[in-house]
């Protein structure tokens, strides 16, 4: 073979023989294909390198450091490593444990140190604070609550995208593209990394973005430069990976074993267990029903006991819906929502999660266009069982509100639970906060009535800008606000 640059058939190859040497299932004829790769092109010792030293150092991640102790002081110079018997490849075994892999990888590498030559290496600009996505497509896409832009072409940093409905790509500055699947929930965290929370991404892999990692509740993906999708399934968090070409590693993050899968392969992560590698790929759909496993929790499903809005005009009322509004002057009507929910009989200690949610309707007041994505905050009163009645609610008696303005509160009577965001234009949907600022506020209210204050944080850029508005316990036809928890049965 002419040494140059790696065709496609070479590179297959090569990740196979990689494949079989981190699996400890290489063999004589196999060892020899690689060693014929290794020295007759260039290209090929680069590939294999980064590979090993990737593999070499995720090791070291999962192992908290333990593995240190078998790696060498330090790496042979160049030039005083010498080739034995014409061989590249070492006939290390045992592999597989993580503190020999290590050993293996670097002695693999220091083996053949004099054919380093002096690389650079692409680096990935990390910052929570920076945009590192770009959303490339959007395609008959509906959202539910996140803390992030969902305009095509929008620029993302770090936040939490909850797609309902359609599909959205997602193309990251490290290269690496990304491919949203509804109903999914997807934590961007850099530009090397992703949370699945629930839900599939199909996942496209440049050699400038190997590594990156598809982190999710039950195990973490990392790639090799390949083509490849994840999915979770909801309430249970377990995780399948299918490879359609390349090379992945799925590692579970307690116990930091690790299966290498190759093109046509699958792997299933359930209930702590690590699954094998199988070859054949299958239908990656998840049931969303309710009859998943809870992970041995009980949800209760609380609806307002008393609910009502600030801010009313006359002749622009409703009764069945509760209006949000911050209008653009201070003369303009400001409107918040309260809700009040009782949660005697829920004891502190069995609380384990909760979910607000608001399903969202339009008020048909205001205009769409003088409102950009607006944002949302949920608050709950620090005080127990404050009274207040939803008939004689107003912007004088209402809890803590701070009058002349649509999202200020009095802050030493609140606490701030969370925030979601509604795209420009959107009027429907289900959105609401989770998380455990709200289920440490449950905790600590826990026996008693809570009351929830909603505001609208985006201010209309002109006047007669849009009323938002979500469906209350009157609606005839609409879910009403819930509050669902997670009680834990111990």
Not at 98 to 126: G, R, Y
Not at 166 to 181: C, P, W
Request: hydrophobic share 40%; aromatic share 6%.
């Amino acid at each position: 073979m002419k040494s140059g640059e790696l065709d496609k058939n070479d590179k297959e190859q090569l990740l196979m023989l990689i494949s079989e040497v981190l699996d400890g299932t290489v063999d004589e004829v196999s060892r020899e294909a690689l060693n014929t790769l290794l020295k007759a092109n260039p290209d090929a010792r680069k590939f294999y390198r980064s590979h090993m030293e990737l593999h070499a150092r995720l090791h070291l991640d999962y192992t908290g450091g333990a593995a240190a102790d078998a790696m060498p002081v330090s790496l042979p110079k160049p030039g005083t490593e010498s080739v034995q018997d014409g061989t590249l490849f070492s006939k290390q075994r045992g592999v597989v444990a993580a503190v020999l892999a290590v050993a293996a990888c670097i002695t693999l590498i220091a083996t053949f140190a004099w054919f380093q030559q002096p690389e650079e290496t692409p680096a990935v600009a990390k910052s929570e604070t920076e945009s590192f996505v770009t959303i490339k497509q959007v395609r008959a896409a509906r959202w539910e609550s996140g803390n992030l832009s969902t305009s095509e072409g929008a620029r993302l940093g770090t936040g939490t995208m909850r797609l309902t409905e359609g599909l959205v790509t997602l193309h990251f500055d490290s290269g690496a593209q990304v491919n949203l699947e509804a109903p999914s929930e997807l934590t961007l965290i850099d530009a090397m990394n992703v949370q699945l929370v629930k839900g599939t991404v199909v996942v496209d892999i440049p050699e400038s973005a190997i590594g990156f990692q598809v982190k999710t509740p039950s195990a973490n993906v990392v790639d090799f430069g390949t083509r490849f999708s994840v999915s979770v399934a909801p309430g249970t968090g377990g995780t399948r990976t299918q490879v359609y070409e390349g090379l992945v590693e799925v590692q579970s993050p307690l116990s930091g074993e690790i299966v290498s899968l190759k093109t046509g392969q699958r792997n299933l992560v359930e209930k702590g267990k690590l699954g094998k590698a199988q070859d054949g790929l299958s239908e990656p759909v998840w049931r969303t029903d309710d009859s998943l496993d809870m992970d041995q929790s009980d949800w209760s499903v609380l609806e307002p006991t008393k609910d009502a809005y600030i801010g009313r005009v006359p002749d622009h009322e409703s009764e069945v819906l509760l209006y949000l509004k911050n209008g653009h002057a201070d003369y303009a009507p400001h409107r918040k929502s309260y809700l009040g929910f009782d949660l005697d009989g829920i004891e502190s200690a069995h609380i384990a999660d909760a979910k607000l949610s608001l399903h969202f309707a339009p008020t048909g007041w205001g205009l769409a266009s003088h409102v950009p994505d607006a944002f949302f905050s949920v608050y709950g009163l620090l005080a127990h069982d404050l009274p207040w009645d939803e008939d004689s609610l107003n912007e004088k008696n209402a809890p803590a509100n701070v009058m002349g303005n649509g999202a200020s509160l009095v802050g030493s009577k609140v606490r701030k639970l969370g925030t979601f965001t509604i795209q420009q234009g959107v009027q429907r949907g289900d959105f609401g906060i989770d998380g455990e600022t709200l289920t440490g506020y449950l905790r600590d209210h826990a026996g008693s009535e809570i009351t929830l204050i909603v505001v609208r944080d985006t201010v209309e850029t002109e006047d007669a800008g849009l009323v938002h508005g979500f469906a209350s316990r009157r609606h005839p036809s609409l879910p009403a606000p819930t509050l669902s928890i997670s009680l834990s049965k111990d």
